[in-house]
C-alpha cells in the first residue's frame, strides 16, 4: 500500500467514526511504520483545515509558487518560527489569565483577601478602643485607622460590612474563591436558647 492509499485509509477510518488513537494503533499492528502513520494522519488534518474559510485562504497563500520561494530563505524562516513562539506565548497567556484553570490567580486573589481580613480585623479593634463601639461603615474607619478601606482584588467592590447592636458589634463576611472564610463579628454571638430549652446546671 502506498502512502496515498494509506492516507485514503485513514480518512475512510475517520470517516466512520474511528478514533486517531485507534486508527493509529490498527495500522501499527498492519505493519506501519509509525512516522508513515504520523505523516498519513497529518496529511488528513491539512485536508481537513483547507476546508474551513480562515485556513483555506492562508493555505492557498502558502501554496502559491512566489511566496513559497520567499518563505523558503533562512531569514523568513526564523521570521516565522519566531512569530509562532509569540503566537503561542500570547495563547498560553490567555489561557493563563482568562480561563485560570488550577486556580492560581484565583489563590493570589484569596491571599490578598487574607490579608485584607487581618488589616479591617485589626482596625476594627483599634476604633472600637477609641470609641468603646464600631462604625456604622468601613468608611468610618478613614482616616484616623486606615488611610484607605481595602477592596476586592477582583471586582474592586467593598467587603461586606455591618454594625450590630447599635455599635456594639458588626459583622464582616469577605466571599473567597477557593476557600470558605466564615464571616467574623467582633465578639462572639450567643446561641438562643429558649426558655423551656434551658437547663439549670446542676
Known amino acids: ?26 495500522l501499527f499492528a498492519q505493519g ?24 483555506s485562504h492562508f493555505f492557498r497563500v502558502l501554496e502559491n509558487p512566489q511566496i513559497h520561494t520567499k518563505l523558503s530563505t533562512t531569514k523568513m524562516t526564523a521570521l516565522i518560527l519566531s512569530g509562532c513562539v509569540v503566537a503561542v506565548f500570547i495563547v498560553l497567556g490567555m489561557f493563563y489569565f482568562f480561563l485560570d484553570p488550577f486556580n492560581m490567580q484565583a489563590g493570589q486573589r484569596d491571599k490578598h483577601r487574607e ?9 476594627l479593634a483599634h476604633y472600637y478602643t477609641l470609641h468603646n463601639n464600631y462604625p456604622s461603615s468601613l ?15 477582583e471586582s474592586g467592590g467593598d467587603y461586606s460590612y455591618s454594625d450590630l447592636d447599635n455599635g456594639s458589634n458588626f459583622q464582616l463576611c ?4 477557593v476557600q470558605t472564610v466564615p464571616c467574623i463579628y467582633g ?11 434551658a437547663q439549670t446546671p446542676q
Do not use: C, H, Y
Open 174 to 177: 469577605i466571599t473567597f474563591e
Open 1 to 26: 500500500m502506498e502512502n496515498g492509499d494509506l492516507a485514503a485509509t485513514i480518512k475512510e477510518k475517520v470517516q466512520q467514526g474511528e478514533s486517531i488513537p485507534d486508527i493509529r494503533n490498527d
Open 187 to 197: 465578639t462572639p454571638l450567643q446561641p438562643i436558647i429558649s426558655g423551656d430549652q
Open 139 to 153: 468608611k468610618g474607619l478613614t482616616p484616623d485607622v486606615l488611610q484607605a478601606i481595602p477592596k476586592d482584588p
Open 32 to 55: 506501519w511504520k509509525e512516522q508513515d502513520i504520523d505523516a498519513g494522519i497529518a496529511a488528513i488534518q491539512k485536508e481537513a483545515l483547507k476546508q474551513l474559510p480562515v485556513f
Open 115 to 123: 490579608a485584607d481580613l487581618e488589616v479591617l480585623k485589626s482596625a
